[in-house]
């Protein structure tokens, strides 16, 4: 039976280099998916989940409550985000997904998706992100990303709003 994420982070935080590494796998999608959202760019996103790998092992001593783990990674990967993107001046367009990549049965749906998230404004899309792909709450979106409850709320019902426009071909945001 797999052990509880709170069991884990008590067992990382004791220096378990299997408990953590086990960690980071649960997490792996999750922050992929998160890094996609914000910077558009596979090779990107890596490296912005490499970096909050890094971080995530150097400083899981500072997490107080072991329960808070997925709202302290994914906190810390944004962060790790929106930095490479100052440091690169740049976003860069999503104009083709990876080979090999799938996020569904039908590769041109998933590539129709992709693009009309893609047009999102990066909150909306962020939040579209957590909350659809990684299935997270409200509260937790809120307290990643460090806003009120009722600004996730908006943003999902914008978000949806300009997605289903774009998606349906009755907005044109290029």
């Not at 090999?100 to 998230?117: I, K, P, T």
Request: glycine share 4%; hydrophobic share 40%; net charge neutral.
């Amino acid at each position: 039976m797999a052990e509880s994420l709170e069991r884990l982070v008590k067992k990382a935080k004791k220096g378990d280099r299997d408990a953590f590494i086990e960690l980071m796998e649960r997490q792996k999608l999750s922050m992929s998916r998160v890094a996609l959202a914000i910077l558009h760019n596979d090779e990107d996103a890596a490296d912005a989940v490499g970096e909050t790998v890094l971080t995530a092992f150097s400083q899981l001593c500072t997490l107080r409550e072991p329960r808070y783990f997925k709202t302290w990674l994914t906190r810390v990967l944004i962060y790790h985000c929106y930095d490479l993107l100052r440091v690169q001046q740049r976003i860069v367009p999503m104009d083709a997904v990876p080979e090999g990549e799938a996020y569904g049965a039908d590769r041109d749906e998933a590539m129709d998706v992709r693009r009309s998230l893609a047009q999102l404004a990066e909150n909306d899309r962020l939040v579209l992100t957590l909350f659809y792909l990684d299935g997270l709450k409200i509260r937790e979106i809120a307290q990643m990303l460090d806003v009120k409850e009722g600004t996730v709320k908006t943003r999902l019902m914008r978000g949806r709003k300009r997605f289903k426009k774009i998606y349906l071909g009755e907005e044109d945001c290029t």
